[in-house]
C-alpha cells in the first residue's frame, strides 16, 4: 500500500538558516509527489509538485524539492528561512494514473525563532 | 473572496445529533474533494466529485457519512448520528487540473 514519511514531527531552525525537510514515500511506481503548506487559521496551500522531468522542482515562496527515485525521497529544501515560514508542511503524494486520490503524509511543524 | 469558502467554520455538537457542512468550490472547478484531519495528522481523504458525479469514496466513509454535490456546484457532506470520534476538521477541496485549492475548513467537536 502507497503510505508516506516525514521523520522529523517538530523542528526549530533561526531565521535565515537553510532548511531542510525530508519525505519518503513506499510506492510500486513513481507516484506524483506534493509539499503543502498549512498556515495557522489558514487553508492548505501547494508549495510545488514533481509529475516527471527535472528532479529538482522550484515552486513558490522560495522553496525547491529534489526527487531522489533510488532513495524514495522528495525532500524540501529552503536557503534561508524567513519568520513567516513557520508553519506545518505536509508531503503527499498520488497514484500516475489519477492526481485526484493524494495521500498526505503525518506532517512536520517548522517553528522559527529570532 | 473567490477561494474555497466553508461553513460553518465551527460546529459543537452533541453524540448522537445530525450535522451538515457546506462547501463553495472555486467557480468552474469541476472537481471537489473531502478531507478529514485530527490534530496532528495530515488529511485523510474522503471522497472526490467530479461535476456532480461521486467517483471515490474512502472504506473510512462509513454509512453514516453522506456527500452531496447536486448541481456540479456547491457540495455538503452530512453525518448522521455523530459520535466522538468525528471530532476532526473538515476540509474541502477544488481543482480543475492537478492542484487542489483548499478551504480553511469546518472544526467538528461532538460532545
Known amino acids: 500500500a502507497q503510505s508516506v514519511t516525514q521523520p522529523d514531527i517538530h523542528i526549530t531552525v533561526s531565521e535565515g538558516a537553510s532548511l531542510e525537510l525530508r519525505c519518503n514515500y513506499s510506492?510500486?511506481?513513481?507516484?506524483?509527489l506534493f509539499w503543502y503548506v498549512q498556515s495557522p487559521g489558514q487553508g492548505l496551500q501547494l508549495l510545488l509538485k514533481y509529475f516527471s522531468g527535472d528532479t529538482l522542482v522550484q515552486g513558490i515562496k522560495g522553496f525547491e524539492a529534489e526527487f531522489k527515485r533510488s532513495q524514495s525521497s522528495f525532500n524540501l529544501r529552503k536557503p534561508s528561512v524567513h519568520w513567516s515560514d513557520a508553519a506545518e508542511y505536509f508531503c503527499?503524494?498520488?497514484?500516475?494514473?489519477?492526481?485526484?486520490?493524494?495521500?498526505f503524509g503525518p506532517g512536520t511543524s517548522l517553528s522559527v525563532i529570532p | 473572496d473567490t477561494g474555497v469558502s466553508q461553513n460553518p467554520r465551527h460546529k459543537i455538537t452533541k453524540r448522537g445529533q445530525n450535522v451538515t457542512f457546506r462547501c463553495d468550490p472555486i467557480?468552474?472547478?469541476?472537481?471537489l474533494y473531502w478531507y478529514r484531519q485530527t490534530l496532528g495528522q495530515g488529511p485523510e481523504f474522503l471522497t472526490y466529485?467530479?461535476?456532480?458525479?461521486?467517483?471515490?469514496k474512502s472504506r473510512l466513509l462509513s454509512d453514516r457519512f453522506s456527500a452531496e454535490r447536486p448541481k456540479g456546484s456547491f457540495s455538503t457532506l452530512e453525518i448522521q448520528r455523530t459520535e466522538q470520534g468525528d471530532s476532526a476538521m473538515y476540509l474541502c477541496?477544488?481543482?480543475?487540473?492537478?492542484?487542489?485549492?483548499f478551504g480553511q475548513g469546518t472544526r467538528l467537536t461532538v460532545v
Open positions: 467557480s468552474e472547478h469541476n472537481r
Open positions: 503527499a503524494v498520488a497514484p500516475p494514473t489519477s492526481y485526484d486520490k493524494v495521500i
Open positions: 477541496a477544488s481543482g480543475r487540473t492537478e492542484e487542489a485549492f
Open positions: 466529485f467530479q461535476n456532480e458525479a461521486q467517483l471515490e
Open positions: 510506492y510500486g511506481a513513481t507516484p506524483y
